[in-house]
């Protein structure tokens, strides 16, 4: 099974910057897309970032312009640059498979953006 690891996270004032990274125990990324998502407290998880087996990347609404997601193969490691971070940022975010998760999600690694 596909073991996922993140990190990164960390406490940022807003409008400060965070690259997240995520490492595969696998060769994945060709075959698969991978997704950043993130947790908020009390919410529920959303997917933020894609990047599909073929490159192609999509972001929600809420990080458009602000937000980027890239993979490196040759390391097996995913990438989210994060600009002009705002409080409502603020979540644990995770790497796994977009579309369809694994059912075994990582530990995720913790964003919080406050003055």
């Known amino acids: 099974q596909v073991q996922l690891v993140e990190s990164g996270g960390g406490l940022v004032q807003p409008g400060g910057s965070l690259r997240l990274s995520c490492a595969a125990s696998?060769?994945?990324?060709?075959?698969?897309?991978m997704g950043w998502y993130r947790q908020a407290p009390g919410k529920q998880r959303d997917l933020v970032a894609r990047?599909?087996?073929?490159?192609?990347?999509r972001l929600a609404d809420s990080v458009k312009g602000r937000f980027s997601i890239s993979r490196d193969t040759a390391k097996n490691t995913v990438y989210l640059q994060m600009n002009s971070l705002k409080p409502e940022d603020t979540a644990v975010y995770y790497c796994?498979?977009?579309?369809?998760?694994?059912?075994?999600w990582g530990q995720g690694t913790q964003v919080t953006v406050s003055s």
């Open positions: 796994n498979r977009s579309p369809d998760p694994f059912g075994s």
């Open positions: 696998a060769s994945i990324f060709s075959m698969y897309g």
């Open positions: 990047i599909s087996s073929g490159g192609t990347t």
